[in-house]
């Protein structure tokens, strides 16, 4: 079975640039999570879906951040205008609900360096 | 925000030797999951936990959550080399939702 798809892999723009990153969740997977990881903060919860509605975007550091679930099998998580901060590597993951068990998968993630 | 103790940060041993770490916390966690991660990669889901007390295997690693659902241990029996990485618990919190915690991490070394 495919697990969690991510693209970019790696993605390098300049600051003042919008970037994009991509996320295909594990099909029958009505949970999908945008983790960003640095070094100093390890990994951290932006948002997160159910069944295409955002449910917590508590974690989303600033406007610049916004994020989209169009579909079941479709995210994106847009930086505009992108600083160099947010260089760090953004994953996606997902789960299944099943009462009280939780389980995510994650993707193999988008290393985002900003210049 | 809450979070977990993991330790150690890090761990060199010996190919063969068992590795033990483990994660605390002052909170009462419902679920508790271990993960992995390669260098490059995303981590990787090795085993999940979901009562008190409970012991699960999975090959060579083996976790227990934690009698007062505040900690949670990972243990690995006779390391090889692609043991090498990072290990994170993580705990979803009582009346979170889906929101885990996440631990620091544990980089692991294999020396030969």
């Not at chain 1, 892999?9 to 099909?27: A, Y």
């Not at chain 1, 989209?68 to 953004?90: C, G, H």
């Amino acid at each position: 079975d495919a697990g969690v798809i991510q693209s970019p892999r790696h993605e390098v723009t300049e600051m003042g640039q919008e970037v994009t990153l991509r996320c295909k969740p594990i099909s029958g997977h009505d949970y999908l999570f945008w983790y960003r990881q640095t070094m100093m903060r390890g990994l951290e919860l932006l948002i997160y879906f159910n069944n295409n509605v955002p449910i917590d975007d508590s974690g989303m550091p600033e406007d610049r951040f916004s994020a989209k679930m169009p579909n079941a099998s479709f995210s994106t998580l847009k930086i505009q205008p992108s600083e160099p901060r947010d260089s760090a590597v953004y994953f996606c993951a997902s789960s299944r609900s099943s009462g009280t068990e939780e389980k995510q998968y994650f993707g193999p993630g988008t290393r985002l360096t900003v210049t | 925000g809450q979070q977990l103790n993991q330790s150690p940060q890090s761990m060199f041993i010996q190919e063969g030797e068992d590795v033990s770490m483990n994660c605390t916390s002052s909170s009462i966690f419902n679920t508790w999951l271990w993960y992995k991660q390669d260098p490059g990669e995303g981590p990787v889901l090795l085993i999940a936990l979901y009562k008190a007390g409970e012991l699960t295997s999975n090959g060579r690693l083996t976790a227990q959550f934690g009698i007062t659902r505040k900690d949670s241990f990972l243990n690995i029996s006779a390391s090889i080399p692609s043991d090498v990485g990072i290990y994170f618990c993580a705990g979803l919190l009582s009346g979170s939702a889906r929101q885990l915690t996440f631990g620091s991490g544990t980089q692991l070394t294999v020396l030969p």
